[in-house]
């Protein structure tokens, strides 16, 4: 079955760097682009990234151009998501998703805390 | 960017009755629309995509229905674990992909 492990989040101080991790199993991960999505404390979803399935075509919402960046190793099954420049506004749970033309699988997400 | 606008934010509703969710756009999306369910400590599940088509492993009590900007889903006979925030997302014009700010469905 698919399945999609989210790690790396955590507590991080303002300003800091966190890269987050999405290991893939139980699906060819080279024949699929894969986003990011994170959800604040109550607030609702809000997609960040797109990486398509050969790693060169990505997008990137506003509200993280510039200090996120996407990648993924298709021989090991693995998506990142490398943050920078973090501030309180990026507190959230962060999930990764399978992209068909909607998000068809997702993980369980990984929570980020910046706070001092 | 297409906004998704989704009511009421919380609708209380008794077991076994039916839940009716609204979600509209912006502008249309014809039926480039997708439901999901969010629990907490859970991974999102995909419902319904294409506006009315359940996904898989989805039961018949989940309907979706609508195209251009006004949505809705419904879920008849309510369960336990239906008790869940139900979220919209259009995917016709990207990027970015956007999604409502979710209606959550507590016990009356």
């Known amino acids: 079955q698919v399945l999609l492990v989210e790690s790396g989040g955590g507590v991080v101080q303002p300003g800091g760097s966190l890269t987050l991790s999405c290991a893939a199993s139980?699906?060819?991960?080279?024949?699929?682009?894969m986003h990011w999505v994170r959800q604040a404390p109550g607030k609702g979803l809000e997609w960040l990234t797109f990486?398509?399935?050969?790693?060169?075509?990505?997008f990137f919402a506003d509200s993280v151009k510039g200090r996120f960046t996407v990648s993924r190793d298709n021989s090991k099954n693995i998506l990142w998501l490398q943050m920078n420049g973090l501030t309180a506004e990026d507190t959230a749970v962060y999930y990764c998703a399978r992209a068909r033309l909607y998000f068809d699988f997702w993980g369980q997400g990984t929570p980020v805390t910046v706070s001092s | 960017e297409i906004v998704m606008t989704q009511s009421p934010a919380t609708l209380s509703v008794s077991p076994g009755e039916r839940a009716t969710l609204s979600c509209r756009a912006s502008q249309s999306v014809h039926s480039n629309l997708a439901w999901y369910q969010l629990k907490p400590g859970q991974a999102p599940r995909l419902l319904i995509y294409g506006a009315s088509t359940r996904a898989t492993g989805i039961p018949d009590r989940f309907s979706g229905s609508g195209s251009g900007t006004d949505f809705t889903l419904t879920i008849n006979n309510l369960q336990s674990e239906d008790f869940a925030v139900y979220s919209c997302q259009q995917y016709n014009n990207w990027p970015p992909w956007t999604f409502g700010q979710g209606t959550k469905v507590e016990v009356k």
């Open positions: 990486i398509q399935n050969g790693g060169n075509e990505k």
């Open positions: 139980g699906f060819t991960f080279h024949n699929y682009g």
